[in-house]
Structure formats: C-alpha cells, structure tokens
C-alpha cells in the first residue's frame, strides 16, 4: 500500500499537506464554512455587474450566440476547478496560484503567476468602484426623480471622488477580518440574486410584448446555444475573452483556505458551487435578455452600442416596470460586494508572497486584533484608488480596455495553475483512474484551452480595433495595457530577485513533487 508524501518527507496522514516548507500565516482559522466560502467566492464574481457590463459586448462578438458562448467559457474554468481543488487538498496554503506553481513549475514562474493574481485584481477592483460609483448616482436619480443628481455624478472631479470613497470603505471591511466580510456578503449576495431571478423570470414572461417586439426580439432557438454557429474564430474567441471574464472570481474561495473550516477539502467545493450557481445564473439571463430585447442595433436591442455598457440600465424599467429601480440597486451591491472580497485574494497572495519572501516583508504583518493582512489590504486599497484616478483623467477609453486586457491575465495565471497541477501530481497519475482524471486530464485540457484563448487573444489585441478602438503609436491600446502589465510585473520581479536571492533559488519555498512511498 502507499501513499501521497513528499519525496524528502517522512509520509504524512491523508488530507496532510505534502510540504513542510508551508508556513502559517497568523490569519483568523476556521473563520468560514462551506456556505460562506460559497458566498464568498459568488460574490468576489459580481455576477449581476458582469452581465450589465458584458451582454451588450457580447452580443456585438457574437450575436445570438451568446448563452453559447457562456457556456464554451463555463468549461475552461470548471477544468481549471478541479485543478484547484486538488492542488488545496496537497498544500492548502492561501497563497494557492503563487505557491503552487512555485512548488511545481519553480519560483520565477510562480512569482509571475502571483503578479498575474495581483495585478488582475487591482484592475478589476478600479472598474468595480467605478461602477459603484455610476449606479449610486443612477439610484439616487431613480429615487428622487432628479436628473441633477445623476448630472452631479458625472461630474469627473465627484466621480473620482466617489469612487475613492467607496474604496477605502470596502478596504476598513476587509480590514476587520473574515467574520464582518461573511454577514456583510449573505446580505448583498442575497439581494443581487433575487433580483436577478426576478429579471429573468419577468423578462421571460414579456418577451414578445410592447417593448420586446418594438426591439425586434424573436423566440427562443436552440442555434443560441450552438457555438459554431458564431460567424468566425475571432469572434468566437473574443466573446470567450469576455465570458472568462464575467467567471472570474470563484478562486477566491480557496484564497480563504486558511481561514475556512476544514481548509483542505471545504475550499474546493465551495468554488465548485459557486461554479455552478454562475453557469445556471447566466446562461438563463442570457437566453432571457435575448427573448425579451433581441440583438438589435437600436432602442432596447442588445446590439446597441450606445448602451452596451450599462445593458441593465436600459432594461430595467422595461421589464421590472415600478421595481426597475431594485435592478439599480442590484448592480450596485453586486459592484459593492465584489469590491469588498475582491480584496482577499490581492491581499492574501500578497501576504503569502512576502512570508515565502517573493515581496517586500513589510506585507507579511498581520493585524494582531483583526488577524487579517493589514498592510497588504491597505496597499491593494490605494493602488486601486491610485489606479481609477489616473485612468479616469487620462481616458474613459483606457477603463473599457483594461476590462478586455483582464481576460489575458485570467487566462496567464489559471493555465499556469493548471499546468502546475499536472507536473506537481506526475508521479501520481498512475495511481488509479480518479486520480489520472482529476489531476491529470481535467487540469491538462482546461490549460491548454486556456493557453489558447491566451495566444489568440494575443493575437487579436495587436490590432486597434479591439477593444475600444484606441491605439498606442499603431498597436492597440488593450495590448499595451495587457502585455505592458505582464512586462511591468517581470521588471519588479528582477527587483526582488536582487532584495531576495534565497526564493529565487528555491531555498524557502522549495519545489517538490509528490511520489508514492511505503506507508510506514
């Protein structure tokens, strides 16, 4: 009989972690349930403010096509779920993406794969304060009855000033620790999702009627849910860019490990809920929004490029009547809840750098109160705001493009995962047939998908057209931004490699592989 160690260990219990060299962290334990790693993940997605900011993009890629391609992009990322789960099983370590491919793949590609975190979610929280920011107004408005209020919130100078607010009230919450974070999440998850029921099911019942058949809506076809009936590749890949996108986020269940209750198996089926609870979310509101608006270019249509942005904005009173404006507040707490745990995984990879060394040893202190990573948290929090301030004066351009540059560094950091899960598991493969699939195939095919969502969509961002449709002295202004990123975090990662020669050479987080080894 044998069993899963590390090749240099003494063999550890199942469900041990197969790495001595994993340290704690000082975080609050057993903090969070399976419910609340659930809710946590789901709501770090924001899936009410992913479909007002993608339908309309979506549909301009690739028509009616859409619930297609949301379900193409559920696969890649369900493929990349396994490959989390198992890597928590062996070291669940709240570092998960950094300190598993420094493990498998070595500490250069595992410091890049950390950056790609960070960074990814930096961006990502600039652009939900920013719509925040846009729909507080927007609600406001509704409420009041005042066109001054929204005019106010125009404002760039009030706008940036908001959106600055917001950030540094979701960085106190996250502050304080798991406990406020999980009661602050029930609340806004709860609410987005009713509404977002309430959307669907209303908008089904109207398809066809008044304003859905002045929007040139038609029934529903079973070809929406056939991806190659999208016109071409390119199409095809550009609209998966935006659906990997509108996932992204579940992985933060397992940024939480250490924090959650039973921290090598509750993590991963948390993430596999939240999976399955954003592909049903989706495809449904997407089959919804097509039945009731259509694909048009004009009015209500989703094809409408004047309100591809902000699609719930213009569907909210035609299909919610009196209760449009609880979609305004839906979008709002969907924004505002993401923009609070999309803090956890910035600061906990940041946190698990800087214990292994990758970062400076300043964003190692945990609060000694709250048990969070403080410093961390709070440089997540000004480099957002920092981040929104300047892009936000430079150009609105610049915000709509560093939404398609994500998909790029999505797809970087989980293909390395993936990648990382079947080189750190190699030697266990042949072990049974479970294991062959789970930590073998599966983790392999959602890489390579990924990779090639990557390499095209590299492809793609060359041209200007992408995107926004702005350039950089002829190259389009998302590839500058994507790569430029990318090049950004290699630059700083010579940096630290003269401030920290020991990670670099593999002497604080060594790289390991799990072999089979007697039991005793």
């Known amino acids: 009989m044998a069993q899963l160690v590390k090749h240099s260990a003494p063999a550890a219990p199942t469900g041990a972690p197969a790495s001595s060299d994993i340290r704690a962290k000082g975080l609050h334990k057993n903090s969070v349930g399976l419910l609340g790693s659930s809710v946590i993940g789901l709501s770090t997605v924001a899936p009410v403010y992913c479909l007002t900011s993608t339908l309309g993009p979506t549909v301009s890629e690739v028509g009616p096509q859409m619930p ?33 491919t420094v493990k498998a793949l070595g500490p250069r590609i595992g410091w890049m794969t950390g950056w790609g975190l960070v960074i990814a979610t930096v961006i990502v929280l600039s652009n939900l304060a920013g719509v925040a920011a846009e729909f507080f107004y927007l609600l406001l408005g509704e409420v009041t009855g005042s066109s001054a209020v929204v005019a106010f919130g125009d404002s760039t100078v009030v706008h940036i000033l908001t959106v600055l607010a917001f950030i540094a009230v979701a960085t106190a919450i996250s502050y304080r620790g798991m406990t406020a974070t999980k009661w602050f999440q029930y609340a ?51 609209g998966l860019s935006l659906s990997i996108f509108i996932y992204w986020g579940w992985d933060t269940s397992l940024t939480v490990n250490e924090e959650t209750q039973g921290s090598s198996r509750t993590p991963g089926r948390a993430a596999m809920i939240a999976i399955v609870v954003l592909v049903t979310s989706y495809v449904l509101t ?34 919610l009547g009196p209760l449009g404006p609880l979609l305004f507040l839906a979008v709002l707490a969907s924004a505002a809840a993401s923009l609070q745990t999309t803090f956890l995984p910035a600061a906990r990879t940041m946190l698990a750098m800087s214990t292994y060394q990758a970062f ?18 709070v440089a997540a929090g000004v480099a957002t705001g920092v981040f929104y301030a300047v892009m936000a004066v430079i150009s609105e351009n610049v915000l709509l493009d560093t939404i398609y540059a994500l998909g790029l560094m999505i797809c970087f950091y989980y293909a390395l995962t993936a990648f990382a899960c079947v080189w750190y598991f190699r030697r266990d493969l042949t072990r049974s047939a479970r294991d062959a699939v789970t930590k073998g195939l599966l983790p392999l095919l ?23 449709g702005s350039a950089v002295a002829g190259v389009g202004s998302v590839f500058v931004i994507g790569v430029g990123m990318l090049l950004l975090g290699a630059v700083l990662m010579l940096v630290m490699q003269r401030r920290s020669p020991a990670f670099f050479r593999g002497e604080v987080l060594t790289r390991d592989t799990p072999v089979l080894a007697p039991e005793d």
């Open 360 to 377: 400076p040893a300043s964003f190692a202190r945990v609060h000694p109160r709250w048990r969070t990573p403080g410093r961390a948290t």
């Open 68 to 100: 297609a391609v949301f379900l193409a992009g559920f696969l890649p990322m369900l493929l990349v779920a396994f490959a989390y789960r198992e890597l928590n099983k062996a070291v669940p370590d709240c570092g998960t993406s950094f300190t598993w």
């Open 446 to 468: 959602g890489a390579v998908l990924l990779s090639a969502v990557f390499l095209q969509t590299l492809t793609d961002m060359w041209d200007p057209a992408y995107g926004s």
């Open 286 to 319: 997407a089959v919804a929004a097509l039945m009731f608006a259509g694909t048009g270019t004009e009015g209500l249509g989703l094809g409408n490029t004047g309100t591809a942005d902000n699609v719930f904005a213009v569907l909210a009173e035609p299909v």
């Open 188 to 238: 806004l998850v709860g609410l987005q999702m009713t509404v977002l029921t309430a959307f669907v099911v209303m908008a089904f019942a109207k398809s066809g009627d008044g304003p859905a058949a002045a929007a040139g809506a038609e029934g529903f076809s079973l070809s929406w849910l056939d991806p190659f009936s999208v016109t071409s590749f390119a199409a095809f890949t550009a």
